[in-house]
C-alpha cells in the first residue's frame, strides 16, 4: 500500500526485514532494509524508481491496487541497478509505452540486463526539467559513479524534495519510515556504515557533486533516498555528514586485520595491539581475525 511522504508524495517500496546479504556476502545487513519507490500524484502522475528483482510481481500487485497503471505519465530511473529497476520489466510490460526518464549511461545498463525492448527513453542530465503540474518540477541531477556511472538524483520543486538515490541512504529496516521514528544510534552507525562501504571509494566526486549541488540554490525540506529511513527531521544534517566523511575523514583508532594458519600471526596482532596501545593511550585499537 501507497503511504503519505508529504502531500501528493507516496512511498510505495518494500521493507525487506528479512535481508540478510545484499552486495554478496562482505556487507553484513544486520537491520533489514529497504528498497524505496516513489509515486508523485500532481497533475502528472509520476513514479520514481521501482523495487529488487525478487519483490517485482508484489510490488506491481500493490501499484495496481493503488492506481490505475495507465494513468502513470511518466518513469523515473534514478539508477539502473536491479535493486531499485528490478520491477520495471514486469511493469513495462503492462504499460509498455510510458516515458522513462534517466541518464544516458542508464538506458545502457537498463538494455544490457532487460534487452532492447524498445521503451521511450527520455535521455536527461544535470539542470533538465520536467513539468509535473500544480506549478512544479522535478529537476535532475547527474551523479555519476556514485556510485554507478549511470546514477542520478531528482529534486521536485513546491515539496522541496531530493530524490536522492543511493547517496544518503542506509541498510535499514524502518517500518515507521522517517528518520525521526528511527533508532538514531542505529540509523546513524548504519547510514556511516553504507557510506564507509558504498561511497567512500568515490569521496573526491562526492566532495564535488555536494558543492554542485549547492550552487543549485534548492532548498532541500526532505531527502527521500533509496535504502532506509527518509530524512524529513534536519535533513541537511546527512548532508554534512557526507562532507565531513568525505573529507579524508579519520578517527583516533588503529585497526589490525590479520589470518593465521598455526597461531603464529595471532601472536604478532596481539603483540601488535598491546604495544599501540602501550604507546598511544588513547588510541582506540580493534583486533580482527
Known sequence: MKRQVKNNVYWIGYIDWELKHFHGDDYSVEHGSSQNAYLIEEEKTVLIDTVWLPHRFEFVDNLEQEIDLRNIDYIVVNHGECDHSGALNTLMEKIPDTPIYCTANAVKSLEGQYGKKGWNFHVVKTGDTLDIGNGKQLIFVEMPMLHWPDSMATYMTGDNILFSNDAFGQHYAVEELFNDKADACVMNREAMKYFANILNPYAPLLTR???????????????????????????MQIVEKYAKWADAYQENQVTIVYDTMWNGTEKIAHAIAKEVSSQSPDTVVKVFN
Do not use: C, N, V
Not at 211 to 235: C, F, N, Q, V, Y
Open 209 to 235: 557533486k555536494l558543492k554542485e549541488i549547492e550552487a543549485l540554490r534548492l532548498p532541500i525540506d526532505m531527502i527521500a533516498p533509496s535504502h532506509g529511513a527518509i530524512w524529513r527531521t534536519e535533513p
